[in-house]
């Protein structure tokens, strides 16, 4: 039985590997680190169990923040919106849930799990939706394994819910969407309901501690002066695709995404070339001065602050900011048929087909870091 | 006991009465008689009782469509929706509906009601929110009487429904519109629920005899060859506020509603005259060509074809077609602080003050009839 106690201690770690891997979303790393850092000083520790060991019929509840991350750093959850979605939901179920399950990697999204966990006292389970943070509903490996988003429940700040039972996660990122909307932008959410046997086989195991990982690589060193980026890149097998400075950001909330465009300036090695990046919640793409295509969905686009070294949202991107930006390859099941179909280029509206990010800088990159 | 057996053969009147009491709203007459009548076919008539009928702790709920009325035009139901609507309702209150109602005046609106309660055996209940249509799900003689519409249940025709629960009617019309919205423009309903005694407190009584009322007198006066606005207007304190031709109409289908504007120039003893009626589903404000409002909401304002005599709703209205406007005093309710708050000109963004129908026509229309 592998178990692994989570304390008030690593949820720094969690928050900032959480949003390392979030690439841009899943919400702000140090919202998520207070919500959890209160719920576990009340309540205690949280235990992350391994997917092996959940049982067959247990039910097992993903929770998270659905919204434009501009919106969630303005609108802090209280913890109890989270809790009445998840009351509701087992009301509905007519079954309690016996473990709890992260969506995305996140800064607010990896660190909801553990709030809720400690405060009611079920386990994580370590693993998640996406192994990074996706714009939509429907974009989880639990979709690919035909498992139902519905019956889902939204919850707001205000005391409002809403239940959803549709005939495709499609309806359901739809129909949630436009509830949240209204909701001020934001909702708290708790949906996906599974078997243990469905999470075995639909889960992105062992993200919970690969976030952490992230964040104590990143933690330790920031603590020996040196800038994170190349230890994670030779620890996580990532990509240097650029370090610059932001030179334009055009941003808009719409339909309650935060979508737009980054450009970027290159510094030190990338000095005298232009980048850019495009997010809706995430980033999705970044290109070079020529256009060309240096890392695409759903490979992972994650930024540090070149100097601090801290990840950077997409709602923290800012003119003058200093980046620097790696590309991971994503989990194997985005890169498949049924993967790309979902989170590929062309569902987002891009013409370019999907290349790994590997072999478009395999070879370029080799000297860069 | 006052009980009334409704057959198939008293839905054109129903039809037709439901159409003109709804002020241009409330859905199509013939799409609402076609579904009523299969259901009456189907399943045999249908019981309507007195409010003073149904017992104090009864389950009274009401049913209907809410959207855009051009949507509920090409989209039509196919009766599973609201059947869906109403059993999940049931479901999630854990007890069956003893009596249905109407919340709404409407071609579509006052005889869904009949296609539920011929499907289900249910009787329905003589009387409705409004005494007229309204845009917007809040404005209902419910809300007045503290009644909440959530638990409210919206289904659509592809399978997809969503259970609301809110802090108050504004909140729910907020998130059901954004629904309905999404799910093509028109969804099926069931709200409002509430308890015999509640029922009694609050419900506009008559509302269906009136419009059967309606319906007959139209039929009876277009038999006799004869144009049934004279007739209506003396029976039920109408007011001829004028006839002429749709020269213009605007409108456009924003946020879930039909809005727009016609304008009409006068024929017969208004001719040499412009006319205009704002709508939003429903006509709201009817004024001359000095700008002088002739009849505003929540005062009725009815549309008859100034040629066959018939209803005509909204989106029926177009370049050309000869009609006759007749204005009919509000129920009481709607007139007192808390009816004007929710549905006056103020709520709909208007300057001018609510003035009754009688008061602005009594003296200039005496001879117009």
């Known amino acids: 039985m592998a178990k692994t106690v989570i304390t008030v201690d690593d949820l720094d770690a969690i928050a900032l590997g959480g949003a390392f891997l979030g690439t841009g979303g899943g919400g702000d790393p140090y919202i998520g680190k207070l919500m959890a850092r209160a719920a576990l000083a009340a309540n205690g520790p949280v235990t992350l169990i391994d997917p092996a060991d959940v049982g067959d019929d247990d039910l097992c509840v993903p929770v998270f923040m659905m919204g434009a991350p501009t919106v969630m750093l303005e609108k802090l959850p209280s ?158 097998s990532g990509h240097h695709l650029f370090t610059g400075r932001v030179n334009d950001i055009e941003r808009k909330t719409v339909g309650g995404f935060a979508r737009g465009r980054a450009v970027i300036k290159g510094t030190d090695a990338f000095a005298g070339r232009e980048f850019s990046i495009d997010f809706q919640n995430e980033f999705l793409v970044a290109r070079d001065d020529t256009g060309a295509v240096l890392a695409t969905t759903p490979d992972l686009i994650c930024a540090l602050d070149a100097d601090a070294g801290m990840p950077v949202t997409t709602e923290q991107m800012r003119y003058g900011l200093l980046i620097e930006i790696t590309g991971l390859p994503a989990d194997p099941k985005w890169r498949s048929d ?24 395999n070879n370029k990159n080799l000297n860069q870091d």
Chains 1, 2 share one sequence.
């Open 79 to 236: 913890g109890t919106e989270i809790m009445a979605a998840l009351d509701q939901l087992e009301t509905y179920l007519g079954k309690k849930a016996t473990a709890l399950m992260c969506v995305e990697a996140g800064g607010l999204n990896s660190t909801i799990p553990f709030a809720v966990a400690a405060a009611t006292g079920l386990p994580l389970i370590d693993g998640d939706g996406m192994g990074r943070a996706f714009p939509e509903l429907q974009m989880v490996s639990f979709t690919m394994s035909g498992i139902s988003a519905t019956p889902l429940v939204l919850a707001d700040d205000k005391g409002n819910s809403v239940l959803i039972n549709a005939v495709d996660n499609l309806w359901t990122e739809r129909l949630a969407r436009a509830d949240a909307v209204q909701m001020g932008g934001a909702a708290l959410v708790a949906a996906y309901s599974m078997t243990g046997a469905q999470m075995r086989d639909s889960i992105l195991p062992g993200t919970m501690t690969m976030i952490r990982e992230i964040g104590e690589t990143l933690m330790a060193e920031r603590k020996a002066h040196r800038h994170p980026g190349a230890a994670l890149r030779a620890r996580f």
């Open 338 to 361: 049924a993967g790309l179909n979902l989170v590929g280029p062309s569902y987002f509206g891009y013409d370019h087909a999907y290349a790994p990010v590997e072999e478009i800088n």
